[in-house]
């Protein structure tokens, strides 16, 4: 579904690794390391089933990856914002799922699942007539985000403004390419983009600004846009962030619904959980499961970043949980 790097997944925090890798042991042929110290209890072993469904993050371990129009601070007009406000407001993560899976399930244009989706939620409705004139829209190069951005060409178009909608590729080039102007609008992620700015302007090594909380995550994003030239509009309800997902069957028959949960009665040497080869290290996968939950699986899968093998891992009774993202259209309730 998307090719852009994740920053919780990508950046190691403060976390040390050293701390959480203890015992994780050497991957086997299978790619499924030893038990890990300290997960000595019975554990949950893996459940197959067609549903997934994801674990509450109830302590929030997650930053706030919602979904965000970044815009050319010169052609963000009051009207364009409330234009482009629209369609946040229309926007929530199981909505983003379905149209998602609109996309890469049911192999829908963009531009057709976009389309559907303003008629079906009045995208349109009540839109103020701008200024006018020529917007070109930014895409990444991943289905979530050109169909967003179709959302967005919907709205402007309603507006008055001429828009087109061009796929760019990854933050690192559709970025300067709207500080500069040469595009007007781009869908973004509010954490991962606050962090995109902070490390830019400060170096790699900067002090994180994006926070579990949403208003706190928007108001470094804005601080950081500032300077960049860059304005933002209202922060959609829609998350595409690091989630954690196991089976229906999984979650009915151990009882889990959170991260809480799984911790409390899963932790132990039954327990499979998948996801990248980095996630042992990370903060926001398992040692940060480790961190803020306690939670000890019995052994990692080095699979995916939140892909077919992640999943299929998952539904074949192979793993226990395993890293998703929120918005992925396999999400989408049968």
Do not use: H, W
């Given at each position: 579904?998307?090719?852009?790097?994740?920053?919780?997944?990508?950046?190691v925090g403060a976390l040390a690794a050293?701390?959480?890798?203890?015992?994780?042991?050497?991957?086997?042929?299978?790619?499924?390391?030893?038990?890990?110290?300290?997960?000595?209890?019975?554990?949950?072993?893996?459940?197959?089933?067609?549903?997934?469904?994801?674990?509450?993050?109830?302590?929030?371990?997650?930053?706030?990856?919602?979904?965000?129009?970044?815009?050319?601070?010169?052609?963000?007009?009051?009207?364009?914002?409330?234009?482009?406000?629209?369609?946040?407001?229309?926007?929530?993560?199981?909505?983003?799922?379905?149209?998602?899976?609109?996309?890469?399930?049911?192999?829908?244009?963009?531009?057709?699942?976009?389309?559907?989706?303003?008629?079906?939620?009045?995208?349109?409705?009540?839109?103020?007539?701008?200024?006018?004139?020529?917007?070109?829209?930014?895409?990444?190069?991943?289905?979530?985000?050109?169909?967003?951005?179709?959302?967005?060409?919907?709205?402007?178009?309603?507006?008055?403004?001429?828009?087109?909608?061009?796929?760019?590729?990854?933050?690192?080039?559709?970025?300067?390419?709207?500080?500069k102007g040469k595009i007007q609008v781009?869908?973004?992620?509010?954490?991962?983009?606050?962090?995109?700015?902070?490390?830019?302007?400060?170096?790699?090594?900067?002090?994180?600004?994006?926070?579990?909380?949403?208003?706190?995550?928007?108001?470094?994003?804005?601080?950081?846009?500032?300077?960049?030239?860059?304005?933002?509009?209202?922060?959609?309800?829609?998350?595409?962030?690091?989630?954690?997902?196991?089976?229906?069957?999984?979650?009915?028959?151990?009882?889990?619904?959170?991260?809480?949960?799984?911790?409390?009665?899963?932790?132990?040497?039954?327990?499979?959980?998948?996801?990248?080869?980095?996630?042992p290290q990370r903060p926001k996968c398992?040692?940060?499961?480790?961190?803020?939950?306690?939670?000890?699986?019995?052994?990692?899968?080095?699979?995916?970043?939140?892909?077919?093998?992640?999943?299929?891992?998952?539904?074949?009774?192979?793993?226990?949980?395993?890293?998703?993202?929120?918005?992925?259209?396999?999400?989408?309730?049968?």
């Amino acid at each position: 579904m998307r090719a852009r790097t994740r920053l919780a997944i990508g950046a190691v925090g403060a976390l040390a690794a050293a701390g959480f890798l203890t015992g994780c042991g050497d991957a086997g042929s299978s790619g499924t390391e030893a038990p890990q110290q300290g997960a000595s209890g019975a554990g949950c072993a893996p459940v197959a089933g067609d549903q997934l469904v994801v674990l509450t993050d109830d302590k929030l371990l997650q930053n706030t990856d919602n979904v965000i129009p970044a815009v050319n601070a010169k052609v963000a007009t009051p009207e364009l914002l409330a234009a482009l406000d629209k369609v946040s407001a229309a926007l929530d993560t199981p909505k983003l799922i379905a149209l998602n899976k609109a996309v890469d399930v049911d192999r829908k244009t963009s531009k057709v699942a976009a389309e559907e989706f303003a008629a079906a939620n009045n995208v349109t409705q009540g839109i103020a007539k701008g200024s006018g004139g020529a917007i070109v829209i930014g895409a990444g190069n991943f289905t979530e985000s050109r169909t967003i951005a179709e959302l967005y060409r919907i709205a402007l178009t309603a507006a008055g403004y001429q828009v087109e909608v061009q796929q760019i590729g990854n933050r690192e080039l559709y970025e300067p390419a709207l500080e500069k102007g040469k595009i007007q609008v781009v869908p973004e992620y509010a954490a991962t983009m606050a962090e995109f700015l902070n490390t830019k302007a400060n170096g790699k090594d900067a002090q994180p600004v994006s926070s579990p909380e949403l208003d706190k995550t928007v108001a470094a994003l804005k601080a950081a846009g500032e300077k960049a030239g860059i304005a933002f509009g209202a922060p959609s309800a829609a998350q595409d962030q690091n989630a954690f997902a196991v089976t229906k069957a999984f979650a009915d028959k151990y009882g889990v619904s959170t991260l809480s949960d799984l911790a409390a009665k899963c932790s132990g040497s039954a327990t499979v959980l998948a996801g990248p080869p980095e996630c042992p290290q990370r903060p926001k996968c398992q040692a940060g499961l480790v961190e803020v939950y306690d939670f000890k699986a019995g052994s990692f899968s080095s699979l995916d970043t939140g892909g077919p093998q992640t999943k299929n891992a998952l539904k074949t009774g192979s793993a226990s949980v395993g890293l998703v993202f929120s918005s992925d259209g396999a999400l989408a309730a049968s």
